[in-house]
């Protein structure tokens, strides 16, 4: 968790934001920290990080296209110092990946003090405590059971089974809600946003579960047509597990990004692999690496990277990468 000091300086930076604009991870607890930052202030406006997890001089004038006060990087892994320069803003970075070294900016990371704990949970002291399903959705969907499960679990008992990572994100509600986040993610620009919009309103996680409003309908429907390719692309995932120390699969870009979704469940289903699974664009394989707990798949990431021509990190056993086609292979053999 943060500190009592960060938490105070955090919180003073909410409350006196009058027009902020936010850079969130598109994954769910990306998606989680910047809902529980909006719905507690009711003011701002998000931008979800689709492309690779680092932000550069290319997003710079976004903030002032919107006449930004200040703004706040929530979840994600890196930030150029070139565009951390350009902003001339008050800038609060909230997250959780490997330490980095900032200037000109508030970076708040519990990484300092060694540990790893999802962005909701760091915003969770300074959220509503009704948007508690949010935050612990976020760190569920993150692979990290929140201190505050527990409470959560007593609000709403119908989400919860085992309290154990791989039956909450696969066999409950809780995980189904993680999965509608991040699936509300993928697709165009203007259909994130109209998901986000809704989602700052939805009050109840019934809402989507059960659809009980008009939004929840919404979101639900929107959740079913990506789950439908999600299914297909599972199956076909499924086919290429061999005797192998890897999981490899990849496919074209004619299809929705599901590679870090998919790369979770088939880690819970196969935990003594690595998983790689890629999808090819425009000359790169962009894959979502995982791991269990015996295997630091960062450290074989950073190898690897060293005799291969791509680009990528991460944590101990979640990992992003891209990779040039051409060297593909050996990247799979220096993975091994």
Not at 153 to 182: C, D, H, W
Not at 239 to 261: A, H, I
Request: glycine letters at 6%; a positive charge; charged letters at 30%.
């Amino acid at each position: 968790m943060l500190t009592k000091e960060e938490i105070a300086i955090l919180g003073k930076a909410i409350e006196s934001a009058q027009r902020p604009f936010v850079f969130f991870h598109d994954d769910p607890d990306g998606l989680a920290s910047f809902l529980l930052l909006y719905r507690k202030i009711q003011r701002g406006k998000g931008y979800p990080l689709k492309a690779a997890p680092n932000l550069t001089t290319d997003y710079s004038h976004l903030s002032g296209d919107y006449g930004a006060d200040s703004v706040f990087i929530l979840d994600i892994a890196m930030a150029d110092q070139a565009f951390l320069d350009s902003l001339k803003l008050p800038t609060i970075w909230v997250d959780h990946h490997v330490l980095q070294s900032p200037k000109n900016v508030t970076y708040l990371n519990p990484q300092a003090r060694k540990k790893n704990i999802p962005t909701p949970a760091l915003l969770w002291p300074l959220a509503r405590k009704e948007d508690l399903w949010i935050a612990t959705v976020g760190c569920v969907g993150d692979w990290h059971v929140p201190s505050f499960a527990k409470e959560c679990k007593k609000q709403y008992p119908y989400l919860f089974g085992k309290m154990t990572i791989e039956e909450l994100l696969f066999n409950s509600k809780i995980g189904v809600l993680a999965r509608v986040f991040s699936f509300c993610l993928k697709g165009s620009t203007s259909d994130v946003n109209t998901n986000v919009k809704i989602l700052t309103r939805i009050q109840d996680p019934k809402e989507i579960l059960e659809q009980t409003t008009p939004q929840g309908k919404y979101i639900w429907r929107y959740y079913t047509k990506i789950n439908v390719q999600y299914e297909r692309l599972r199956e076909e995932a499924l086919k290429s597990v061999k005797d192998d120390p890897l999981l490899v699969f990849t496919y074209g870009d004619d299809r929705l990004s599901l590679t870090k979704d998919l790369a979770n469940e088939l880690l819970a289903k196969y935990p003594d692999k690595i998983i790689v699974l890629g999808r090819r664009k425009s000359g790169e394989v962009r894959c979502s690496l995982r791991s269990g707990e015996k295997i630091n798949v960062r450290e074989r990431l950073m190898r690897a990277l060293a005799k291969v021509e791509g680009r990528g990190g991460g944590h101990e056993q979640a990992c992003g990468c891209a990779i040039k086609e051409e060297d593909f292979e050996r990247f799979l053999d220096e993975l091994r």
